[in-house]
């Protein structure tokens, strides 16, 4: 007991213990007089950040790692609170968990469908902020849960001012909330208020399960809080919650509440949905007149704009370097435009992003060829060129790159590159390599600038008379290792002085940035002379 007591009282040790002692002395009062259903939120936002840092969320797993000095005994604490929470629950929702011990480790583990049960508790109890979950891990969450929307019946009214108004109840593991909706002149509203900021923080929640992300406001200096969703977002939802919505709007329509026209295109919106992924809006996907690849979303709400212009910052794209936004105004449309270099940015996150990035920027780009593939095949091809040339970004290395082109071996044997200050004060971007070509060791240099109204990037090199063979000879060689490392040849141009001079432009630059010793600073260089 005295080595117990000891080990203990170090804080390491101390927290192992202090939590799950704590939920099953929450769990074992609520079998008494405290309220259940306060235990059970309680206890799902312990052990929901319990998994946030020591555990994972799998599609048919969720585990629990416990290790260290006395984790056995952490362990069965945590089993005796598991044994303790089930006799709580309702059958539906009563999960089993297996033990697995080795070096140490205990893993606790919930699989296939006693996971799904488990994720249907956290769904709701996880920790969040304004709808969405404090940790990525949780995302998996949302798939397992069950949720139940319900019209009330015969809410659907009237309202003194003129406004139709209606009951919708959105429920899942035992917990429900009430929302209001009110058909506006402008939108549908869906929203709950309370002075309650734990309940409208489980709207929210429920909002986000039912596929509508949502965040919680403060109204003033009342002490309310509130959590709100219109038209486009309660279209991307999940189809229950559509169907019910468009209840209501026939039901208003019929009743000569509302305008036909009106309730028609809100119909029309419903039925179709906004999303093809769960939290995804609907962008457009298609080809320009140029034949450039446009990847758009619009809408006239400005929460929606923002909602992802948060999420693709949240990503890790920048706002003018790989994306555009305009706010709506006026009743127009507002909208978030991917640029190429922000589609080729998600697909490098998705593969060399940190975790969370890594997880957010796969699904978009999974999302963006899916709705590419929609549109024919000319634009997935397009779609796919571009993430392919993405995720090439920083994956090779030019010391020991070999490649023939055109008849011409060319060896690279190093290289780099580096911004400077040129003439006038323009930050110039010098790539510079060592390569044989047909046997022939040379130094190249591209200089890229910018230049012109559209603030484009061209870099030039300059064949050297001194070179073997002279200006002619290098000129060649020169092409062929720009070919070799870009896939792209150089512009040649031969000036009436004798100088012959090559120019590369943006599409070379990307290919140059598939180099691990390049990538970065040309990153850097791109940002640091965009025009925002």
């Known amino acids: 007991m005295r080595c117990l007591a000891r080990d203990c009282a170090r804080d390491a040790v101390a927290r192992k213990f202090v939590e799950p002692a704590l939920e099953l002395i929450m769990l074992d009062e609520a079998r008494g007089g405290f309220d259940r259903r306060e235990a059970l939120l309680w206890f799902g936002e312990m052990y929901a950040t319990a998994i946030a840092g020591d555990g994972s969320v799998e599609s048919r797993e969720v585990v629990l790692t416990v290790g260290g000095e006395l984790g056995g005994g952490a362990a069965l604490l945590r089993l005796a609170t598991l044994r303790l929470l089930n006799q709580l629950l309702p059958e539906d929702l009563k999960f089993g968990v297996r033990t697995y011990a080795g070096e140490g480790i205990y893993r606790i583990a919930a699989i296939g469908d006693d996971a799904a049960r488990l994720k249907r508790i956290l769904a709701v109890t996880a920790p969040s902020a304004g709808g969405?979950?404090?940790s990525p891990k949780f995302d998996g969450f949302v798939e397992a849960a069950k949720v139940e929307v319900r019209l009330d019946e015969g809410s659907i009214r009237r309202t003194k001012g003129g406004r139709v108004a209606a009951d919708l109840t959105i429920s899942e593991g035992g917990d429900d909330v009430k929302f209001n909706v009110y058909l506006r002149e402008k939108a549908i509203v869906l929203q709950f208020r309370s002075t309650d900021h734990s309940r409208v923080e489980l709207a929210a929640r429920l909002l986000k399960l039912a596929g509508v992300s949502a965040e919680v406001k403060k109204e003033g200096d009342r002490g309310v809080w509130y959590v709100e969703a219109t038209t486009d977002g309660l279209a991307?939802?999940?189809?229950?919650?559509r169907d019910a919505i468009a209840d209501i709007v026939r039901e208003a329509a019929k009743s000569g509440w509302v305008d036909a026209g009106k309730a028609e295109r809100w119909l029309d919106k419903l039925r179709g949905g906004l999303t093809l992924r769960e939290g995804w809006p609907k962008y457009h996907v298609g080809l320009a007149r140029s034949g450039a690849l446009e990847v758009r979303y619009t809408s006239t709400n400005p929460d929606n704009i923002e909602r992802e212009v948060q999420r693709l910052r949240a990503m890790g794209l920048v706002e003018g370097r790989h994306f555009a936004v305009k706010m709506p105004e006026g009743g127009r449309e507002g909208y978030v435009s991917i640029l190429r270099d922000g589609l080729m940015r998600a697909a490098w996150l998705s593969v060399y992003g940190s975790e969370g990035q890594r997880e957010l920027a796969a699904?978009?780009?999974?999302?963006?060829?899916e709705r590419a593939e929609k549109e024919g095949r000319e634009v997935?091809?397009?779609?796919?060129?571009?993430?392919?040339?993405?995720?090439?970004?920083?994956?090779?290395r030019l010391a020991g790159f070999e490649k023939v082109v055109d008849g011409r071996l060319v060896k690279v044997i190093g290289g780099g590159a580096r911004s400077e200050e040129g003439r006038g004060g323009k930050t110039l971007l010098r790539i510079q390599i060592t390569a044989e070509v047909d046997g022939v060791r040379g130094d190249y240099t591209v200089t890229y600038g910018r230049y012109g109204k559209n603030n484009a990037a061209v870099g030039r090199a300059v064949a050297r008379a001194s070179a073997p063979g002279g200006r002619e000879a290098d000129a060649e060689r020169l092409s062929a290792l720009i070919k070799a490392l870009t896939g792209r040849e150089p512009k040649v141009r031969r000036m009436k002085n004798g100088e012959i001079l090559l120019e590369c432009y943006e599409g070379h630059l990307e290919g140059f940035m598939r180099y691990?010793?390049?990538?970065?600073?040309?990153?850097?260089?791109?940002e640091e002379t965009s025009r925002r």
């Open 363 to 369: 699904k978009f780009v999974g999302y963006i060829l």
């Open 380 to 396: 997935h091809e397009k779609a796919l060129e571009i993430v392919k040339r993405g995720k090439e970004v920083a994956s090779l």
């Open 516 to 526: 691990a010793e390049l990538y970065e600073t040309i990153e850097r260089w791109l």
């Open 132 to 134: 969405g979950y404090l």
């Open 236 to 241: 991307a939802g999940r189809k229950e919650l």
